[in-house]
């Protein structure tokens, strides 16, 4: 199949126009002009998009796939009351429920030009969502326990659920992996623990880390609400043992207590560090996930990505939970991303090819697939999107990069395809999954949260 647009946007070199990419098995087997490729390939397949951008596939760095029932469900509220009122929702909700919120979530994933998703689960339900939808995924199965004499215990369930799940899925598309739970949910030890088990299985770590002011006062200080209570994520709040303060930062007391010994670390937010934190997050290359729509909603604050750019550190964007941002759409991602650092950092202006790079090889280095998606190169799987630059806003069309950045939303993606499958057309879909079935279940469940 030849695939052409009037951009390529390949990300590795300089985006070009009357392009096009020949997609064989699965992988990218060639890109260049249009009609060098049409003579060099005269029996392929030719699918034109016209006036659009080709580009890979964005690379959603974290996300809640199962919470995307919730959206628009807990509104206009700030981050402590926000993650109170998703656990009383959540405590409503089956089995079912969760995968056919993971399944929805999946399918916004997919009709906004994200091919990979990095997603923190307990049910397991993004899990066999994305098995199911054809995406591609990192799931890190979440573990935690206040007391640590329940430590054990769900380490042994965490593992056992582990090893079901990478039984299940294909295992060259979805890469299992485990996630200790919040700190202000959790026992430090779990830390360690953690990460010596996906040292020793060769999995990847991702951590929720230094995302609010509470979880910064909470650590350091002893003096948010979570040092009162602490969250279950089926009950709300529950009473805790008392919570000396520990004079660190959420980074250092993750560091401390052997978070960091594994090989290959995400830590999610990241937005309350100070210089110290950063040069600890690259000596031990840890990976940062920044969701910058989710924390403006919830009033979280803004991450540093200057910093984090000139610290060299892998960085890619994430859109956080559904229930948060009431969207799974990078391209939003990217501009507001942007837009907020040019705000707060008015002497660094963050640019529109450096957001693009996060949101595709930037989120393909931080999960360390960067040698198999993240930019349209020969070898790579054919993981690619077409966005659609033909309103009247964009055209005429003089930078695609910028175009796509600050004029494009997910609404604008024309075509989504994941190892050369055809996943998404414009409203229509290929996927093995009753759609509109889905989406009567969504309702009924809504329904159900909003009692």
Request: charged share 25%; hydrophobic share 40%; with cysteine.
């Amino acid at each position: 199949m030849l695939l052409c647009a009037q951009y390529i946007l390949p990300i590795t070199s300089e985006p070009f126009q009357d392009g096009a990419v020949l997609v064989r098995d699965g992988l990218i087997r060639d890109i260049g002009k249009v009609d060098m490729l049409k003579l060099r390939y005269p029996e392929e397949d030719v699918v034109d998009f016209g006036l659009a951008a080709l580009m890979p596939g964005l690379v959603d760095l974290h996300t809640h796939l199962e919470n995307s029932v919730m959206r628009g469900i807990v509104h206009d509220v700030p981050y402590t009351t926000w993650v109170v009122s998703v656990a009383e929702k959540a405590a409503k909700m089956d089995v079912g429920d969760w995968y056919d919120s993971a399944i929805l979530g999946g399918l916004d994933a997919l009709s906004s030009g994200i091919t990979c998703v990095a997603d923190i689960t307990v049910t397991g339900a993004a899990c066999t969502a994305t098995q199911k939808l054809g995406l591609r995924s990192v799931i890190y199965r979440e573990v935690g326990a206040m007391d640590k004499r329940r430590i054990d215990y769900a380490m042994r369930m965490a593992e056992n659920d582990i090893m079901h799940w990478r039984e299940e899925v294909d295992a060259d598309r979805i890469t299992i992996g485990m996630a200790p739970a919040a700190i202000y949910t959790c026992h430090p030890s779990v830390f360690g623990r953690v990460a010596e088990f996906t040292e020793r299985e060769k999995m990847p770590m991702a951590m929720h880390l230094a995302g609010s002011r509470e979880e910064y006062s909470f650590t350091k200080y002893g003096s948010s609400p979570f040092s009162v209570h602490g969250m279950d994520t089926k009950r709300g709040y529950v009473e805790i043992p008392p919570w000396l303060p520990t004079g660190a930062s959420p980074v250092r007391y993750a560091l401390n207590w052997g978070a960091f010994e594994t090989s290959n670390m995400l830590a999610i937010h990241c937005v309350h560090v100070d210089e110290d934190d950063v040069k600890k997050l690259k000596e031990y290359d840890v990976a940062v996930a920044v969701c910058p729509r989710c924390n403006a909603q919830l009033g979280m604050g803004v991450a540093p990505v200057n910093e984090f750019l000139r610290a060299d550190l892998r960085l890619g964007l994430g859109t956080d939970s559904p229930a948060a941002t009431d969207s799974t759409d990078m391209l939003a991602e990217m501009r507001l991303g942007m837009l907020v650092q040019r705000a707060v950092n008015v002497s660094e202006f963050l640019d529109s090819s450096t957001m693009l790079e996060m949101a595709t090889l930037g989120g393909a280095r931080a999960l360390r697939l960067d040698d198999k998606i993240g930019s349209l190169d020969v070898g790579k799987r054919a993981d690619i999107i077409a966005v659609d630059l033909s309103s009247s806003h964009q055209t005429p069309t003089t930078d695609p990069v910028s175009a796509v950045v600050n004029t494009c939303s997910g609404t604008d993606v024309l075509m989504t395809m994941v190892d050369g499958r055809l996943l998404y057309e414009k409203n229509k879909w290929h996927v093995d999954v009753e759609v509109a079935k889905n989406i009567a279940r969504v309702i009924e469940i809504r329904g159900k949260l909003r009692l």
